[in-house]
């Protein structure tokens, strides 16, 4: 990885765009979680932004008015980054967020909050491609070289935010937690309604099913591509190549299928056996 655009904090790798050693020990150590916070938290790509349109929609009963208001990253800043950081100190509460820390860079503060934590996995195989292509148009980030290349980057964990294995294995830690829920992107693509029902009672709000099925309408990949405030199509040149690629890509599971060769996946499925050994969870993808 190239060090002028990343810098390594504990062990894991930053980009020095977003994020400082400083506001990093500041999350950790200081930040002041309250009892009535909902953190979205994902390793990259496992579908961070679709969860944040959904948080938003149960937060205003359906109504899609404040997601089409408001950039993404006002709404629901991500804590750990600089900016993010600013913003969410100046949120009244009760405060959305979102997070690619893994849990022991998380606020220490957590652990005596209620704060409610909704952590989302994915196919690590379709987090590994859609990485690959976010790689390719994010410009603070080391381009990726051939898939064959990738793929030895994301098993060692040589990319931003570290390895995947580690990230799961650290928030499976709290997962008992009853102010934790595991979600998939596998289950939100296989029935977006159940998942929002079940994201509803987690949270403790009631909403009608007129309002569920608009949370549900008004979070699919279509509405969320065709939403200036959720599509990162307004990021500027400085930061974006948007002709190299966009968040809202293909959006589907199993994209794998068509990037990884039969030997790039039992690479991948030897490698996962090893790190995932002794972990006693049933999957989607298993
Ligand atoms: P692909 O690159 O496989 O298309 P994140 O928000 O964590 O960066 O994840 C981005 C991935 O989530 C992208 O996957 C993107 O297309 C997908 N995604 C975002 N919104 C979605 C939606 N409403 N429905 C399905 N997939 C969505």
Redesign the pocket.
């Known amino acids: 990885m190239s060090s002028a655009l990343y810098f390594t904090h504990k062990g894991i790798s930053f980009s020095n765009i977003w994020y400082d050693v400083d506001t990093l020990n500041f999350v950790e150590n200081e930040f002041q979680l309250l009892d009535d916070d909902v953190l979205n938290v994902?390793y990259?790509?496992?579908?961070?932004?679709?969860?944040?349109?959904i948080l938003g929609l149960i937060r205003h009963n359906g109504d899609p008015s404040w997601v089409r208001s408001l950039f993404v990253w006002d709404r629901s800043p991500w804590i750990g980054t600089t900016d993010g950081m600013k913003i969410a100190l100046a949120s009244p509460p009760p405060r959305l967020m979102a997070s690619h820390l893994p849990f022991q860079l998380f606020p220490k503060s957590f652990l005596q909050s209620k704060a409610k934590v909704i952590y989302?996995l994915?196919n690590p195989k379709?987090v590994l491609?859609?990485y690959y292509?976010?790689t390719k148009f994010v410009k603070s980030m080391k381009d990726p070289g051939t898939v064959e290349e990738y793929l030895e980057e994301f098993l060692s964990g040589n990319v931003a935010f570290g390895s995947w294995f580690d990230h799961v294995k650290s928030w499976l830690e709290v997962k008992g937690r009853s102010n934790v829920f595991f979600n998939s992107?596998e289950e939100?693509?296989q029935d977006l309604r159940g998942s929002v029902e079940k994201i509803c009672h987690f949270l403790g709000k009631e909403l009608n099913s007129q309002q569920i099925d608009s949370v549900v309408e008004n979070?699919?990949?279509q509405?969320?591509?065709d939403n200036p405030k959720?599509n990162y199509t307004t990021v500027s040149d400085e930061h974006f190549d948007h002709k190299k690629g966009k968040?809202?890509?293909?959006?589907?599971v199993g994209?794998w299928k068509n990037h990884l060769t039969v030997a790039q996946s039992e690479r991948f499925d030897r490698v996962y056996q090893e790190k995932m050994r002794g972990v006693n969870v049933t999957f989607p993808w298993d």
């Open positions: 994902t990259p790509k496992s579908g961070t932004n679709w969860m944040q349109e989302t994915r379709d491609v859609s292509h976010h992107y939100m693509q979070a699919s990949f509405k969320m591509k959720s968040l809202l890509r293909k959006g589907i994209d």
